[in-house]
């Protein structure tokens, strides 16, 4: 009985000083007090009473949401920043024996950091400048931690809020700029319209003028047309006329009249003549004398017909 009492209790001392370390952690082992090494992943025995386990580190990234600060920036506007710090223990043993509190530590360097920092800026430039402010944060922090066994991977600025009285402030400025741009949109747009109008009105007259030109031209070119027509046609009656007179003429001259022809063909000229609406007749010399010869020979004619 006693001797399965001394193995039991080898069993449970042996059970309790072996460890199994994950991969994510790293054990800080200390022999009698002093450091003795780190263990890592794997199995691992340590020697009872005199082997002691002093700290589990975590090797994971870890997020750290640090309360908000008040900062007051290069213009004298306090205001108050919340900042996120991304971080991880890359030596252990550091970690462990650097610093009392390294999260109370990093709490306390990133406070000071990001006041020295906004403190250069002015209100608008801490607004804007956020990238400004992780960068210069991340490298302050990432050297302070390096002698503690931490690496500060990110530090992200989670939170800007200014004073009551300034947010009012902001939303009517930015109310005022968004009023101004509506305004310039606006003004351009009409700007716009009003040019595309004119240009169309410019197109209509442009048009109606090539229009009435072209109508102008049409027209003027019809009564050209109309005119050389008509030119040819009283050239070409002329023409014949001409050509119907001197055929005449000519059939006259063939036939060679004699006096008496002549003298008949001048008294019915004379008659028509005399058929006009005019009161007076004047009768050329000529005439006259043929209009004696006509009555003589119309005696002779009725001498003829009595014998």
Do not use: C
Not at 79 to 92: A, E, K, L, N, R
Not at 226 to 238: F, L, T, V
Not at 275 to 284: A, F, R, V, W
């Amino acid at each position: 009985m006693f001797f399965v009492i001394i193995l039991i209790l080898a069993v449970a001392v042996i059970a309790m000083n072996v460890r199994v370390v994950p991969q994510t952690e790293a054990y800080i082992i200390e022999r009698l007090g002093a450091y003795l090494g780190t263990w890592l992943v794997g199995l691992h025995f340590k020697i009872p009473i005199i082997d002691r386990i002093a700290s589990v580190v975590s090797l994971k990234e870890q997020i750290k949401d640090f309360r908000p600060q008040p900062v007051i920036t290069k213009d004298n506007v306090t205001m108050t920043i919340d900042t996120v710090v991304f971080y991880q223990v890359t030596d252990p043993k550091a970690y462990t024996y650097g610093v009392e509190n390294p999260l109370l530590a990093i709490d306390n360097i990133t406070t000071t950091t990001l006041r020295n920092i906004i403190g250069e800026l002015e209100l608008d430039e801490t607004l804007t400048s956020r990238d400004l402010i992780n960068t210069r944060m991340r490298s302050v922090l990432d050297a302070a931690t390096s002698a503690w066994g931490i690496k500060v991977h990110r530090v992200e600025v989670k939170n800007i809020v200014p004073p009551a009285e300034i947010q009012d402030s902001m939303e009517r400025q930015m109310k005022a700029e968004r009023e101004r741009r509506e305004a310039i949109l606006r003004a351009d747009g009409e700007k716009e319209a009003a040019i595309r109008v004119a240009e169309g009105h410019k197109q209509a007259a442009i048009l109606n003028a090539e229009a009435e030109k072209k109508s102008a031209i049409l027209v003027a070119e019809a009564k050209k047309e109309a005119m050389i027509k008509e030119a040819e046609g009283q050239a070409e009656a002329i023409l014949k006329v001409q050509r119907a007179t001197a055929e005449g003429l000519k059939m006259l001259k063939n036939a060679a009249p004699d006096n008496q022809v002549i003298a008949i063909k001048s008294l019915e000229a004379l008659a028509q003549v005399a058929d006009g609406q005019s009161t007076k007749l004047i009768i050329p010399s000529e005439i006259q004398n043929l209009t004696a010869l006509a009555a003589s020979l119309s005696e002779v004619v009725k001498e003829g017909k009595n014998t």
